[in-house]
């Protein structure tokens, strides 16, 4: 044994805890807490931006040094979800454009007959009727059926696919999670889900299905996973990435 492989040792022991360290932003003048949450099952190092801090997730053996240059190479995306964050009302309407699917649509608002909403090219067309419009509520309600719509097709081409069968689904409002299982097979999603790519609605649909085979997030689980879903990295990054912007 030499006296390298006792200060590994040592590091480990004292890198093993979560802990909290300041990411002082030169470049944006700002500085900014970082939780760090010590995982023994991660492999990997995911960031999220929460309202007041940066939340690390990491293995036990990376070093504080590293996050902090890892953020300094984030810096812009980390700057521009605290603003997204600080600014959240106006998340999906914002400077008359509104995402759906993934894409950003432009507002068109016209008087009609009915509260009604066409997709058309790359605009939203909303016809009101009346005075007093509350359009966040009627572009609300209109998201919610569309959902509803798409997830009912979705949770029905992949329970085939998968072999399970889910009791009911129901659409809800989270906060920060896109969808949930329960032990008696029913199932809730997020109707913000709606403003996002297809491909991550479907990883969501998958994930949530194969929790009725797998009640966990074991190793089985995310095998199951990648059987229907083989980039299920790439949409769990994409989603940690940009969960702001959408919910
Ligand atoms: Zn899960």
Redesign the pocket.
């Known amino acids: 044994m030499n006296s390298l492989f006792f200060k590994n040792i040592f590091s480990r022991k004292i890198l093993k805890t979560n802990r909290t360290i300041t990411f002082n932003c030169s470049y944006y003048k700002k500085s900014y807490p970082v939780l760090i949450k010590v995982t023994n099952r991660k492999k990997t190092i995911s960031i999220r931006i929460e309202k007041k801090y940066i939340l690390i997730s990491t293995p036990y053996f990376v070093k504080d040094s590293y996050i902090l240059n890892l953020l300094e190479k984030k810096r812009k995306w980390i700057n521009e979800n605290f603003l997204k964050i600080s600014t959240k009302k106006n998340m999906y309407v914002e400077k008359g454009e509104i995402f759906y699917l993934g894409e950003k649509y432009k507002i068109q608002l016209k008087k009609g007959i009915n509260n009604d909403i066409v997709v058309k090219n790359s605009n939203l067309e909303i016809t009101y009727k009346g005075k007093n419009i509350r359009f966040r509520k009627i572009i609300e309600e209109w998201y919610k059926r569309k959902c509803f719509i798409l997830l009912e097709e979705r949770l029905l081409f992949f329970s085939k696919k998968i072999k399970v069968e889910y009791k009911n689904f129901k659409i809800r409002s989270y906060k920060r999670r896109l969808g949930s299982c329960d032990n008696k097979k029913c199932l809730s999603f997020n109707w913000k889900l709606i403003l996002m790519p297809k491909e991550i609605i479907d990883y969501v649909v998958i994930?949530?299905l194969c929790?009725i085979l797998h009640f966990n997030?074991s190793q089985l689980f995310w095998k199951e996973v990648s059987i229907y879903c083989p980039e299920y990295k790439k949409k769990k990054n994409w989603i940690n990435e940009n969960i702001n912007l959408f919910i």
């Open positions: 994930h949530e929790h997030h």
